[in-house]
């Protein structure tokens, strides 16, 4: 595998699920995000990871939680979702963060519908 | 309010003639600027990106364009191809390296 993965490509789950997206890079990079992209809106950045620390949370509400074991592997835990959740959540990674020639490389993402 | 627009959210031009798609910008503080271009399916993949400091930077067929006194960046393509059909995204930056993106413009090229 190589760039940035993620799993499932695809998911539906009820209000009530408790679900995780992945998302793996094999980039050597040290910072790691998740967006939020909704129907006919830019790209929302949730979260940013570096070096495993969280540096960056964008008012995202707490039925969405991040997890980053390590620097190559970047989860969404998801309970409790509203339909308004429903999205294409990307992944993407860069060398590092704070810097600003910052190219960030992105996974293909999971469209998720809260049913 | 939304710091990075792009007003056109879709584009229909012919072969081998030029795209131009358009991007403005409220934050004078943005130092770069980048063009990613996404097919369905897949995620974004950075495409071309210009500091502030220049007001034009090519790459093949691309050219990307800044008027920093209008707040303003262009990307044009030139000559246009069916394959460049996707959705394109114009981001900016500043010192932090947090990206603000546009919503987003749908080029179609039709042969």
């Known amino acids: 595998e190589t760039g940035v993965t993620q799993t499932p490509r695809h998911l539906v789950m009820g209000m009530t699920n408790k679900k995780s997206l992945k998302c793996e890079q094999h980039?050597?990079?040290?910072?790691m995000y998740w967006y939020k992209q909704s129907a006919k809106k830019p790209l929302e950045l949730m979260f940013v990871?570096?070096?495993?620390?969280?540096?960056e949370n964008n008012s995202v509400p707490s039925r969405f939680s991040p997890e980053c074991p390590n620097s190559s592997h970047l989860f969404l835990h998801l309970h409790t979702l509203q339909p308004e959740d429903s999205a294409l959540y990307l992944c993407?990674?860069?060398?590092?963060?704070?810097?600003?020639?910052?190219?960030?490389?992105f996974g293909p993402g999971t469209r998720l519908t809260v049913l | 309010d939304q710091q990075v627009k792009q007003n056109s959210p879709s584009l229909s031009v012919q072969e081998g003639r030029i795209s131009i798609l358009n991007c403005d910008y409220t934050n004078s503080m943005f130092d770069y600027f980048l063009w990613y271009k996404k097919y369905p399916a897949e995620g974004p993949t950075f495409l071309i990106s210009?500091?502030?400091?220049?007001d034009k930077n090519e790459d093949g067929r691309f050219t990307v364009f800044l008027n920093k006194s209008a707040k303003h960046l262009s990307l044009h393509i030139v000559p246009s191809q069916p394959g460049d059909s996707a959705v394109y995204f114009c981001?900016?930056?500043?010192?932090?390296?947090?990206?603000?993106f546009g919503q987003g413009t749908t080029l179609q090229v039709k042969p």
């Open positions: 993407a990674s860069s060398q590092d963060w704070g810097q600003l020639y910052n190219e960030q490389f």
């Open positions: 980039l050597g990079h040290n910072a």
């Open positions: 990871y570096s070096l495993e620390e969280r540096v």
């Open positions: 981001a900016a930056t500043t010192n932090t390296g947090k990206l603000i």
């Open positions: 210009i500091s502030s400091i220049k």
